[in-house]
């Protein structure tokens, strides 16, 4: 059976490790890939990135021999990984000629809009912990921990400050991979302009789902998050890939 391959991509501070919990819900027919950038998890030893299109790159030689057969593949990014992984497609196409069949686009404004990031990179670390703290990315006791504190806040700010460096090229014609934007009904951060202006990114079908919960609703519906992906996944699988499961 050939399953579809789902690549993850971590938000700012976030290692692929947080998506190791989705293999028991996913469906069978779908294949885990967790995308691990540098500075953290398994590469820790790899130096943070200097700039935006310096992780693209990195992240391009990770997964390109991954889709290199014909399986079907799909891309889900939070928040600074939404901007990741679509830049990644952009890349895959103009090299590889290669695209996802589906992007979840998660908690993100579309790339062309200019907006001041949700963290600042130079806020010092009282600032920075209590932002993250009001977005929901973690819990009070993980800053009572002054080891964790200090192997995490280097690759935070590494990241915020990497997000800082990024361009948007409004010179390439739109991906057409679907779109699948999804996010939390209370994230004040990202308003429903924002969201619709996804669909000039692609030519192909485009949708909003909301979830229960603020930035990261991806803890808060974690079960009705997993669903949906399983559902919206699932049709872009030959039926009887999906048959022999059964």
């Given at each position: 059976m050939n399953k579809l391959k789902l690549f993850t991509f971590p938000f700012a501070g976030g290692s692929s490790l947080y998506y190791y919990k989705w293999k028991k819900q996913l469906s069978s027919c779908i294949e885990l890939k967790t995308i691990e950038l540098a500075g953290r998890g398994n590469r820790l030893k790899a130096p943070f990135y200097e700039t935006f299109h310096d992780a693209v790159e990195d992240l391009y030689e990770l997964m390109i021999n991954e889709v290199q057969d014909d399986a079907p593949f799909a891309f889900f990014g939070h928040s600074m990984g939404c901007l990741?992984?679509?830049?990644?497609?952009?890349?895959?196409?103009?090299?590889?000629?290669?695209?996802?069949?589906?992007?979840?686009?998660?908690?993100?404004w579309a790339p062309h809009i200019?907006?001041?990031?949700?963290?600042?990179?130079?806020?010092?670390?009282?600032?920075?912990?209590?932002?993250?703290?009001?977005?929901?990315?973690?819990?009070?006791?993980?800053?009572?921990?002054?080891?964790?504190?200090?192997?995490?806040?280097?690759?935070?700010?590494?990241?915020?400050?990497?997000?800082?460096t990024y361009t948007y090229n409004e010179n390439r014609e739109p991906l057409t991979a679907a779109i699948n934007v999804v996010t939390g009904n209370k994230d004040y951060?990202?308003?429903?302009?924002?969201?619709?202006?996804?669909?000039?990114?692609?030519t192909g079908e485009f949708s909003i789902h909301k979830f229960k919960g603020g930035h990261f609703y991806i803890n808060d519906s974690f079960d009705s998050l997993l669903q949906h992906i399983n559902r919206t996944l699932e049709g872009y699988i030959p039926a009887k890939d999906i048959s022999e499961k059964i």
């Open positions: 990741l992984s679509y830049e990644l497609a952009h890349m895959l196409k103009e090299r590889s000629n290669k695209e996802p069949k589906v992007m979840f686009m998660s908690g993100r200019e907006r001041d990031g949700m963290v600042d990179s130079s806020f010092p670390d009282v600032q920075l912990k209590a932002r993250l703290l009001e977005l929901g990315g973690t819990t009070a006791e993980l800053f009572e921990n002054q080891q964790m504190v200090e192997a995490f806040i280097p690759i935070l700010r590494s990241d915020f400050l990497l997000m800082e951060d990202v308003n429903q302009r924002d969201l619709i202006e996804w669909q000039t990114h692609t």
